[in-house]
């Protein structure tokens, strides 16, 4: 009686969804239905899109410069030799693969192919994507690769062996799952995976982390720390310096809060910390904290968006010996955080504008800092870092300034640039214009514009804004040969809109607009949105906008509130119900940033920017490009697929277009990414260039 009365609710509940939402039967990924939906949309849009007049030669050149060999082979300084993944037309799914740094300073240099993944894939008949390694330093002999089915989050992971070039037929193996695991020494392993029922978290990651032994099953590994179902996940990580080996569990509470634990000895030491601060390495004895809130500690006060040091050892013992690295200032912020073995680089953003690199040293018990001269007025990038020299290699980049790598041997011997990529577009006939835009509240939010020398400020150049909004990412100046060359080189501008949320002012910047405060990022965009307007840049019949993920949603939700003032949205692996988010893949892991909907108080926030609630049938919009992919195992494509199905349905026509590979991204090939790219441009040019 009570089992059948339980499944009668539960049946009038998936009835009671079902006519609350008309579409969610799109939210079944694989199901034969949902494919053949998704297919006649894609046969749709191609017959638009593909026969463009523009469409071939916009192809043809964003593959070319895709499959370039003049690109820039990224390096990956590992022991002996350096290190890196390629694709091109040769190699369609990459090849893994290394040589001398000797050998890496020629302009052609010969390289060792490590695992060819297209002749893995064709071998094993799966769709592999290679998404990552660890290779066990010091001796870098053994490395554990990772393998994703079409580009999603989920992978599996087998042992190498450096020296045979092949995979170790006993050695460690896990299945696919969205796997976080470090080498502790060549025989064990930290891992957290899917365990089994109850092992992993409600946003579908792992929740225990335990300590595997070379050569016994994975069922009899020892458990380290186990988290809490609610929590968005648990893992460790183990970082290998020169001096010894640190080994760290974290408890992902939330997006935003986190609790370490030093694992010692086999013993796991909590870390007296806030739960809000992020570890960014550990440096000469020294734990690197990045704070978000005000941390009162050791005697002093760790503002909000600074660096500060802890002496480890003392750390272990309770006690806060603290030194602030960096301070931020109202418009300097702290950026990333990298090491070699003697010098700690630090990025920093200055004014949200460009980057400058900060070295910090630690001798004889004091610490000292001086500016990096690195080139000025761009993006700087760390590529990589050894943590047994004082090796690095880092990029230089500008909207209209092509990137280029540079290396350091060490402080003393100054950078030197070792190879740049070609322009691939002639960048004198543009312009890079500063402004600010005036938000609802008073706020002013910076942006920039690359703009036609030649162009007329009346209205009539196809312009895109592009922008995010969240989890603290910040937007920096970015050199696209793809979009120069097809986008700029057609008559159009681009526009980069730096709005809160994101984390070009630090902490602060963020939290303006999270969580009940969200619609702050949307009316910070359309505020960009009418300054463009407003200066002659752009008209609502040439006015473009794009954004991905979290700025899919921020796409989504402006055009919802404003449609009048956009001719064309280009909306990517986007968030769009924001009443089931939550419910669907990673989904649970975000509430942090934008709230729980089953929260009655929480949903009257969000239900009034969620696009899919707010889709009217009485407003004209534009013709929204919704584009994901089917492996996309972060963000559910079901998202836009209910939100092109619905605006559909309403009488608003839409385009559509769902690649089968590609994970939280565009492709897992370049043939696919041109594909995708050179489809999201056309489109642009077909609705603001007529």
């Not at 569990?249 to 007296?272: M, P, Q």
């Not at 941390?295 to 003392?314: F, K």
């Not at 526009?495 to 702050?520: C, D, M, S, T, Y």
Request: aromatic letters at 12%; one cysteine or more; charged letters at 25%.
């Amino acid at each position: 009686m009570i089992k059948r009365l339980t499944t009668g609710i539960l049946m009038m509940t998936i009835a009671a969804t079902a006519q609350d939402d008309p579409f969610q039967w799109l939210e079944d990924i694989g199901g034969e239905k949902s494919m053949a939906w998704v297919e006649q949309q894609n046969a749709a849009t191609l017959q638009v899109l593909t026969n463009h007049p523009k469409f071939k030669p916009v192809y043809e050149k964003t593959l070319e410069i895709l499959n370039s060999k003049e690109r820039i082979a990224y390096p990956g300084l590992r022991g002996e030799y350096i290190y890196n993944f390629w694709q091109d037309a040769e190699y369609p799914r990459g090849v893994w693969r290394r040589t001398t740094p000797a050998e890496y300073a020629k302009a052609n240099p010969d390289w060792e192919v490590m695992l060819d993944i297209a002749e893995l894939a064709e071998k094993e008949n799966e769709t592999w994507s290679y998404t990552g390694v660890d290779v066990l330093a010091p001796d870098f002999d053994v490395a554990l690769i990772k393998l994703s089915r079409g580009g999603g989050d989920a992978v599996v992971v087998r042992e190498f062996d450096m020296h045979k070039k092949a995979f170790i037929e006993d050695g460690f193996k896990l299945d696919e799952a969205k796997t976080r695991v470090s080498w502790l020494d060549r025989d064990t392993l930290l891992v957290g995976t899917d365990f089994g029922e109850g092992s992993m978290t409600a946003s579908g990651y792992p929740r225990l982390v335990k300590k595997w032994k070379r050569g016994t099953p994975l069922s009899e590994a020892e458990p380290v720390f186990e988290g809490e179902t609610a929590d968005v996940s648990a893992g460790a990580f183990v970082q290998r310096t020169a001096e010894r080996d640190y080994a760290m569990v974290y408890r992902n509470i939330s997006f935003y809060e986190s609790e370490y634990r030093a694992y010692e000895n086999g013993t796991l030491i909590k870390l007296d910390l806030p739960r809000t601060a992020d570890i960014s390495g550990i440096f000469k004895n020294h734990l690197l904290v990045k704070t978000k809130q005000d941390w009162p500690a050791g005697g002093t006060v760790v503002p909000a968006g600074a660096l500060a040091a802890l002496e480890y050892d003392a750390l272990l013992q309770g006690e806060h010996r603290v030194t602030i690295l960096f301070r931020p200032t109202q418009k300097d912020s702290l950026g990333d955080v990298s090491s070699t073995e003697n010098q700690l680089i630090v990025r920093v953003f200055k004014g949200g504008r460009f980057d400058q690199f900060e070295r910090h040293t630690f001798t004889t018990g004091k610490w000292n800092a001086e500016k990096i001269d690195a080139p000025e007025f761009g993006t700087l990038s760390i590529v990589s870092a050894d943590d047994y020299s004082d090796r690095f290699f880092f990029t230089h980049e500008s909207a209209l300034s092509a990137r280029a790598l540079y290396f350091s041997e060490k402080p003393q011997a100054g950078i030197v640039k070792v190879k740049s990529m070609p322009e691939f577009f002639d960048p004198s006939g543009f312009e890079v214009k500063l402004h600010e835009a005036v938000s609802k509240d008073g706020t002013p939010i910076p942006y920039s514009i690359v703009f036609p020398k030649a162009g007329k400020r009346d209205g009539s150049t196809p312009t895109l804004l592009y922008g995010y909004g969240g989890f603290e990412v910040s937007l920096r100046p970015f050199y696209s040969p793809v979009m120069g060359s097809t986008w700029l080189a057609n008559g159009g501008a681009f526009a980069v809109a730096n709005i809160r949320g994101g984390g070009e002012f630090g902490p602060a910047w963020h939290e303006a607009a999270k969580l009940e405060n969200k619609q702050k990022s949307y009316d910070d965009f359309i505020a960009v949105s009418e300054d463009l307007i407003q200066r002659g840049y752009a008209s609502p019949k040439t006015l473009g906008i794009q954004g991905g993920s979290n700025g899919g949603l921020l796409v989504g939700a402006v055009t919802m509130q404003r449609p009048e003032l956009y001719g064309a949205v280009v909306c990517q692996v986007p968030l769009l119900d924001m009443k089931r988010y939550h419910t669907l893949l990673a989904g649970a892991s975000w509430m942090a940033e934008y709230g729980d909907p089953d929260k009655p108080e929480q949903w009257a926030f969000i239900k009034k920017y969620s696009p899919y609630q707010n889709i009217s049938k009485d407003r004209n919009y534009p013709k929204i490009f919704f584009k994901t992919t089917t492996r996309d195992d972060r963000v559910h494509p079901g998202h836009a697929r209910k939100m092109a199905a619905k605006m559909t349905a309403m009488g608003h026509p839409v385009f559509y277009f769902e690649n089968t590979e590609g994970g939280h991204g565009s492709g897992v090939t370049n043939e696919q990414r041109a594909t995708m790219e050179s489809l999201g441009y056309i489109y642009l040019l077909h609705q603001l260039a007529r």
